[in-house]
């Protein structure tokens, strides 16, 4: 059984893997370690892009894919019949949580205004808004989104969720146009399909309250930028994005210098002990395979 991982430093993090079982690294820019016809579980690389899924069409005899992590909507149109897709749900749930009740906290206190002032070495009291108090819809309520309602509720704000399908403390996304106008904060953290693409519109976006910030630790094409872009320059919306459509935001996109954006460039999940977390169900996951036992964490309807 042939496994191709993305990190040699990966290697060390499997445990003991089953005899018989070969390891290889293959990083997704060098040559191919061996064939690719001969590789029966592949884990590629971080963020891949669709040129990192190239190599499918090489591995013919591949039967799982075991992402890093949890977004997989680059692998959902390509993955061949047959192949078992699998994703790194709850991995990064703590990290990702904290970059967005971090980027909430820092868009209402106004870091990023006092960092342009400190920049300029400029000391001056400016009048902020505080999350304390406040209502946040969360839209998304996985591990993540469970996670992020568990912090701002201990912060002291009032917090309710939107998912696909409703359920008790839980709506069912029909209903958020009608929510909207309820909440100060509106955090976007659910996966990108095709249902989920553009749902943030110029419409989404109206019926949102005056003054209220959109938060997006999702994935960018699930909000229409040029409709944010309207309304933060507006002075109606604000918003704190780590991921945005296009990706990577160009040099002279007009985002880019709206006082009202907070923008971080896809790092929510870009801290250390990310690779160690990553890879943490890799080598259970290849154990399962190698015994024949049903995976766990595979991708249906999308996530």
């Not at 445990?15 to 592949?42: H, I, K, N, T």
């Not at 409703?166 to 009608?178: C, L, M, N, Q, Y």
Request: include cysteine; aromatic fraction near 6%; charged fraction near 20%.
């Amino acid at each position: 059984m042939r496994v191709w991982i993305a990190h040699e430093e990966g290697r060390a993090l499997l445990g003991e893997l089953p005899s018989g079982v070969e390891v290889e690294v293959y990083d997704g820019r060098s040559d191919y370690p061996s064939d690719p016809a001969a590789v029966d579980f592949w884990v590629p690389p971080f963020l891949a892009q669709s040129k990192v899924t190239t190599p499918l069409r090489d591995m013919t005899s591949l039967k799982a894919i075991q992402l890093l992590s949890a977004g997989a909507e680059v692998w959902v149109p390509v993955v061949p019949p047959g192949v078992a897709l699998c994703d790194a749900r709850g991995v990064h749930t703590g990290v990702t949580a904290e970059w967005t009740v971090g980027a909430v906290i820092a868009s209402m206190r106004g870091f990023d205004l006092f960092a342009r002032q400190q920049a300029r070495h400029e000391w001056r009291v400016e009048w902020t808004t505080t999350a304390v108090g406040k209502r946040a819809l969360i839209v998304g309520a996985g591990d993540i989104g469970g996670k992020v309602a568990e912090v701002l509720t201990a912060l002291g704000v009032e917090v309710e969720m939107v998912a696909r399908r409703g359920r008790p403390g839980v709506h069912p996304i029909d209903a958020v146009e009608s929510l909207l106008p309820e909440f100060d904060i509106v955090v976007l953290i659910l996966p990108l399909t095709d249902a989920t693409r553009g749902l943030v519109d110029a419409k989404f976006l109206s019926h949102m309250k005056d003054g209220a910030l959109l938060v997006n630790a999702a994935r960018g094409p699930i909000v229409d930028t040029d409709a944010l872009v309207a309304e933060v320059a507006a002075g109606r919306l604000r918003c704190a994005v780590d991921v945005v459509d296009p990706e990577p935001l160009p040099a002279g996109h007009p985002l880019w210098d709206l006082d009202g954006a907070l923008i971080t460039p896809h790092a929510g999940a870009s801290v250390d002990g990310t690779l160690d977390r990553a890879y943490a169900p890799v080598g259970p996951q290849i154990r399962r395979f190698a015994a024949g036992e049903p995976l766990e964490n595979v991708v249906a309807d999308g996530y």
